[in-house]
Every structure is written in C-alpha cells, then in structure tokens.
C-alpha cells in the first residue's frame, strides 16, 4: 500500500485528472509503486536537522565504480508507456536538478558531499543518457519532466540509488566506522586481558646495563621470549641463552631455528618484534628498545607486543622518556607498573674541538654519517691517506654487517677505523672511542610520509653517541665530536636538550579488519580499503595509526595480478626496499607465478638471480648483489607464509650465505670497487685539475665533501655528459659529484708521476708511496 501523501503533486493531478481508458493500469501501477524512498517534501524537511557527531570521512578517497551497462529487465515498456526521450531536453532537465540547493542538501544527509554529490550526478547524467533503454520507471519520470508533467525532484529516487551503486560505502558507513574503531586496542588481546600481568620497566641510556638485568630474568625463568627491534638483536640473544644451557629457538621474518633435533619448540625464543606470538602463555617477556612505540612506520609492533604478550612478567627496557607514557598505557588495562632506574656504566664526553681533517683520525674513531655515498667518499678518502677502514651501512647482509665489526674489533687487525651509518646504534657491539658526526642533518619522513632532511633530535643522537666508550669495549671512556667546526655547538645543543617524552603509540589496521572492510567494499582495491580504513578510523589521544605508504605503494604495484585478499595483505606486508628496482620487479614476479598456481623452486630463483654470482667488481655490482640478497630475503619471508609455494627455503638460505661471502670480498675491498668503477669509464671533459664541467661543489677544507653535510645547502648537479658510468652512478645516488672529483684528481696526480695508463693496479702504487701512519695525540 502507498502513502496517498507520499506520492508528487504531479503524480496525483495525473491520477485525479485520469479518464477511463486514458491511463494504462501500467502506467498506474509504476506511478504508485515508486522506490520506496523518501519524497522530496519530507526528505528536504529532514535535511535541516540532520547532522553526526562522527567525524567525516575523507571522501577524496572514494573511488567511484563503474555501472555496468545491462539491458532494462523491462524491455522498452517505459518507451510503449510513453514515447521517446529527448536527450537535449533531458540534459536540460538534469543540469537544473544539479543545481537545486534542496537536492544538494538531501544528498548530503546520505552522505553525498559536493564532491562526492558532484561525481555521482556526472555518472547518473552519463547513464541516463548513454543507456541504449532505461528502467520503465525512469523513463516515465523523465518523459513527465519534459512534458512540463513532473517535477525535477522526481528524480531523486532513482540519482540516490545510482549514486549508491558507485559509491557502495554510503550504504554501510556505520559499519565501516565500527569496524575502524581503534580507540581501545587493549580489548584485541584477550588472552593477555584474562591474566594479571606484572609490568617491569628498565629506563636507562646506551650502555647502562638495563637490557642486562632483564635478559637476566628472563635466562633464570621456566620459559620466555625475548622481543627485539633487529635480527642482530635476537641472533645475539638467542647465542647467549644457548651458550649459558638455556634451550632457546630463534624467529625472525627470514628465518626459524629450532635447536631441539626433531624440531620441537624450545621453551624459550628469542624473535624480531613483529615475530612476536600474542597467543602462546610465557612466565617472562622483554620487550628492548620501547621507545621505538613511537616510530611512524614500526611502531604498531611495539603497541602490539605490550599489550598483548601473554607473559606472566613484562619486563621492558629504554629511554626513560617512555616511562610515563607506558604506565598510561598499563592504565588502561589495568595492571601496575615498577621502574628500575640505570645509569650510565662509563662515561663519554664532548670534545671542544672538531676533528676538522680526516688527517687527523686516531684508532677506534668511528665516523657516522646518514648516506651510502658518504659511507663510500670518505673510506676511500681515508684509503689515500694509507689507513684501512671498516664500513658498515643498513643495506648489508647481517653477515656483513658481522664480519666488518669483527674486523673493527680485532686488536690484531690493522683496521682501525670505522666508517658507519646510524645502523651502529642497535644491534652491534663496537670497540668505538670516538664518535665522529661526519653530519647532523639526516632523511626522516613525516606523519604525512613525506621526506624531508632534518637535524636528528636528541634522542638518536644519544643512541649513536652512546656507542663510544661502552663496557665491554677496550675504551672505558668515550669520546663525541663532529667533523666540522659549525656542527660541534649544534651537537652540543642537541645532547644538552632533555629527550622529548613518548605522548602516542603506533598501531595498524589488522588483515581481519581489512577483510571486514573488503565484505561490505567488494570491488574497492586493496590500496583503497587501506585509505577509507584510515580516514574513518577513530583513535584516541594515546594512539596514532602508523605510516602505510610502502603498503600501498606495494599494494598498487601487484592490483592486477588475481590474488585473494589474505594473499594480497600478506604480500603487502613484505619488509623490502621499495628504492632497489631489482627487488620490486622480483616481489612483482614472485606474485605473479604465486597467482597462477606455480611454485617457485630453487632452479626458479637462481635462473632468476643469473645463479652464481662473482665477486663484485665495481660499486654497481656490489649494489646489485646486496639486491639480490634483499631479494633472497623476501623469498625465504614468504617461505614461512606459504610453504606450499615457496618450497624450497633451506636451498635457498645456502645460496643466500654463499652470496653473504662474496659480498663480504666486496666491502673488504670497497675502494678498489670505487676506483675500478670509474676506471672502466672515466668522465669526459676533465681538465688538467680533474674538474669536469658541469659539476658545482664547495671545499670544506677539511677533505670531507658529500650533500648530506648539515652545511652543504647548495644543489649538486652534474652535466649529462654522454651518459658515462661514473655520471649514472652520480645519477642514481650510488656515488657524489665530490666523489668523482677526488678520483679524477687521483688520476691527474697518477699521469703526472709518469703513470701512462689510469688502471686500479697503478692507482694502488702511486697510493702506496702516500701512505702515512696514524697520528696519535
């Protein structure tokens, strides 16, 4: 039965004025029998009063779908009914309905922003005049509207219903909001909730003893885990708890060992921090580095392992920055906190002087610096002056990594100095006297995931400072300086200022609540429920949802190939180096034969990889390898997520740690790879000094040059000069312009001692007549 009132005006003078005969009862029956929706009269009173006190979604997210074109499942009733449509008098029509201020406000109550309002209406204009036949219902209406019959607003009904079918989340915007409701993350963890946990709180700086103590608890309990930010960290842990005769298995994204034989699970695991089970019962717990809750792109994992380790005892360690934060935090499930203070085991100092010249380096200095040309200028500056350095960077194997701190290290060995990234600042123990800045200026990405270069802040400042003079080093006092005489009263500043106190923690939408997301978004891309996810999530003031632009960026790389949701999310959720070209074609290809049902074997992977490999001869080969190994990583991540498909991991983690070796010869020799990369094309266009024109640089005077100096401001560009090898390494950031400079004028110097021909082995002999000893003051 219909509403006599809901019915339009027009529809009842048609109704009332009707003759016998003159009217089909069709044609009555499709005027009573309208959508059931709201008329214009009651619907535009509604709009004033509406409103939500829920924030409004981000409707720039919404991704229109399209309709598809399918034949009116009444044929051309609506054209026997009446006749056929004017399109000119329909567009006509419609333009006036877009520019009714009632329409535009009804809308808006079923949440059609203008945006959003202004979208719909473009494709409810291109259906209705595109359609080869509309529905009879629509058809009537509009041939009403153009015989001055029927109101514009008729329309409505069928624009709202058109504007849901391309905008589907408009009908379960409730639910979606529910569904995004991170406010109290504490209530995922039931099995964490339904016991009493007693939370430990070990606050301290760098070398203080604070991990110490909690490791120590946890080797004495009956079973424990042990949860930390690198996988040198749990390697580390889980060798000490092996060597002291607690049983203990290691788990990281790449890899699982058992020590028991058969392959049972020790009663004790030593894991990276994403690694962590919510769900398995421990009597101990330790989380290190909690101060990492906060980082913009891991921080989730922190938030996850604190509230939901099922542990007896929570016993976690950092920064007394994070102390308040975390008791507010234990608030909120109710459980007691106790602080454990520490102080520093030995002290460090900052000098009043710069080191100014690489010419005044001492054994046990370490020079950081915040990019891979830096890492590589200054080592091979430092090898002309005749001294061995070792270099470690963030993009080295683990193994690598190992070997040149071992190499540091070893008070045999005549390398003494180190040239590192901030990659020193966990997971490494160091031999460092002195720490140099070489920089303070360093690449981050904001809340919004953009980069910017920023001065680092006080607390990583700390934790690479703190690096000098640890405990168990042959230095008991460390000692922090800079390069630069400009940079020492920053740093100065920098470590004076107290560390900025932990106000939120990181989470991150769950692959069930994308899931439930996907239930009632269907045909929306996996990138998309990500940001409609995000844009309705609702947080509190202690919590932020983290960075997903890696997710994203690989979500939108692998749209079209056919995977299920879970699969998608779980490829998406891959830990790899989105800069390394290498690594994002091969996580395309391995998705790609993933999808179509292939496994991929170990004969796939090394015809893949150009298995084996060499020793690298140049710094783009040494690039490439450690690709390569990144790529061998992702495989064996994905080795543990599905099995079936990526069968043959043990094959393929002895190839990965053959390759750790040949990059290891790389780095052993990374300046002969600088020279020799120039040496097979060197520059054109370089004058009798070297200098090649189109390269802009400034000398500091300190034989330091490189763009992530804190006082190199200026743009560094080189001269696209016939597209030589040292010019594309310049291009692709592998090497600096200053780099290249300094080598060209090597060679200079090298032709001017009679040396005919530039190549790495003359190099090396007019180097070895520079070659002076270390000073010591």
Request: charged share 25%; aromatic share 8%; proline share 5%.
């Amino acid at each position: 039965m219909v509403c006599w009132s809901s019915i339009s005006a027009g529809d009842r003078k048609r109704l009332n004025s009707a003759q016998p005969g003159s009217m089909s009862l069709r044609r009555c029956f499709l005027l009573l029998s309208r959508l059931p929706v709201p008329r214009r009269a009651c619907a535009i009173r509604r709009a004033a009063s509406s409103g939500s006190s829920s924030r409004p979604p981000d409707t720039s997210l919404f991704v229109p779908l399209s309709v598809r074109s399918e034949t009116s499942r009444d044929g051309d009733i609506g054209l026997e009914l009446s006749q056929a449509l004017d399109k000119s008098e329909i567009l006509k029509a419609l333009n006036r309905f877009y520019k009714r201020k009632e329409i535009q406000k009804v809308a808006a109550e079923q949440g059609l922003d203008a945006r959003l309002f202004h979208q719909a209406f473009i494709s409810f204009r291109k259906y209705v005049l595109e359609m080869p036949s509309l529905g009879a219902e629509l058809h009537i209406i509009l041939n009403d509207i153009c015989c001055g019959a029927g109101h514009i607003d008729d329309i409505y009904p069928y624009f709202i219903r058109h504007a849901k079918q391309i905008f589907p989340m408009l009908d379960c915007m409730e639910d979606l909001r529910k569904i995004s409701d991170l406010r109290v993350p504490a209530n995922w963890y039931p099995e964490a909730r339904a016991i009493q946990r007693k939370v430990v709180f070990h606050a301290g700086p760098t070398n203080s003893g604070k991990t110490y103590h909690a490791i120590q608890r946890y080797l004495a309990a009956k079973s424990g885990i042990y949860c930390g930010p690198l996988k040198l960290l749990a390697h580390e842990i889980f060798e000490k708890s092996n060597s002291a005769g607690v049983p203990c298995d290691l788990v990281t994204g790449e890899e699982r060992t058992f020590v028991d034989p058969e392959g049972r699970q020790s009663s004790h695991v030593a894991c990276t921090i994403e690694m962590c089970s919510v769900t398995t019962p421990y009597e101990v717990a330790v989380i290190d580095e909690i101060q990492m809750i906060k980082d913009l792109a891991r921080g989730w994992a922190w938030t996850r392992a604190l509230l939901g380790l099922c542990a007896e005892e929570i016993h976690v360690c950092g920064e007394a920055a994070a102390v308040n934060f975390v008791r507010e935090l234990m608030f909120s499930t109710g459980e007691e906190m106790e602080v454990h203070n520490y102080e520093r085991l030995t002290p460090f100092s900052v000098l009043d002087h710069a080191v100014v010249s690489l010419d005044n380096l001492r054994p046990g200095d370490c020079i950081v610096c915040f990019s891979k040309n830096d890492i590589y200028s200054i080592s091979r500056q430092i090898e002309v002056r005749g001294l061995e350095c070792a270099v470690i960077y963030g993009s080295l194997p683990p193994g690598t990594k190992l070997s040149q701190a071992k190499k540091f290290n070893d008070p045999d060995d005549p390398c003494k100095i180190l040239v590192a990234t901030d990659a020193i600042g966990m997971g490494l123990n160091l031999s460092i006297r002195r720490i140099i800045f070489n920089s303070l200026v360093k690449p981050t990405v904001n809340e919004k995931g953009e980069k910017e270069m920023d001065t680092i802040s006080t607390s990583q400042a700390l934790q690479i400072a703190g690096r000098a003079g640890r405990f168990s080093s042959v230095f008991k006092e460390g000692q922090v300086t800079t390069m630069h005489h400009d940079d020492l009263p920053v740093l100065k500043e920098i470590l004076q200022h107290p560390v900025d106190p932990i106000e939120s923690a990181g989470l991150h939408p769950t692959a069930e609540q994308i899931e439930m997301f996907a239930y009632h978004l269907p045909d929306a891309t996996l990138s998309n429920l990500i940001d409609i996810f995000v844009s309705l999530s609702q947080v509190d003031g202690l919590y932020f949802v983290c960075n997903i632009d890696d997710f994203k960026f690989l979500a939108d790389m692998i749209q079209h190939i056919p995977l299920n949701l879970r699969s998608r999310y779980v490829f998406c959720t891959a830990p790899i180096n989105k800069k390394q070209p290498f690594v994002c074609t091969s996580f395309l290809k391995f998705a790609r034969q993933f999808s179509r049902d292939e496994p991929l074997t170990f004969d796939w992977v090394c015809r893949h990889i150009n298995w084996p490999l060499v020793t690298p001869r140049n710094i783009k080969d040494l690039v490439h390898l450690e690709a390569v190994h990144d790529v061998l990583d992702l495989y064996l991540w994905l080795s543990y997520r599905f099995m079936d498909m990526f069968p043959d991991a043990n094959l393929v983690r002895e190839v990965q740690q053959e390759l750790d070796h040949i990059i290891q010869q790389g780095v052993r020799n990374i300046t002969r790879l600088i020279r020799a990369s120039e040496a097979q094309a060197p520059l054109p266009g370089t004058g009798k000094n070297g200098d090649a024109a189109g390269i802009q640089h400034r000398s500091r005077g300190s034989g330091i040059q490189g763009p992530s100096s804190s006082r190199a401001r200026g743009n560094k560009t080189l001269g696209r000069a016939s597209g030589s090898l040292g010019s594309r390494l310049v291009q692709e950031g592998l090497l600096t312009p200053e780099l290249l400079d300094q080598l060209r004028s090597e060679w200079s110097q090298g032709r001017s001692l009679n040396d005919p021909k530039p190549t790495p082995e003359n190099l090396n002999k007019t180097q070895g007549g520079k070659k002076k000893k270390l000073k010591k003051k």
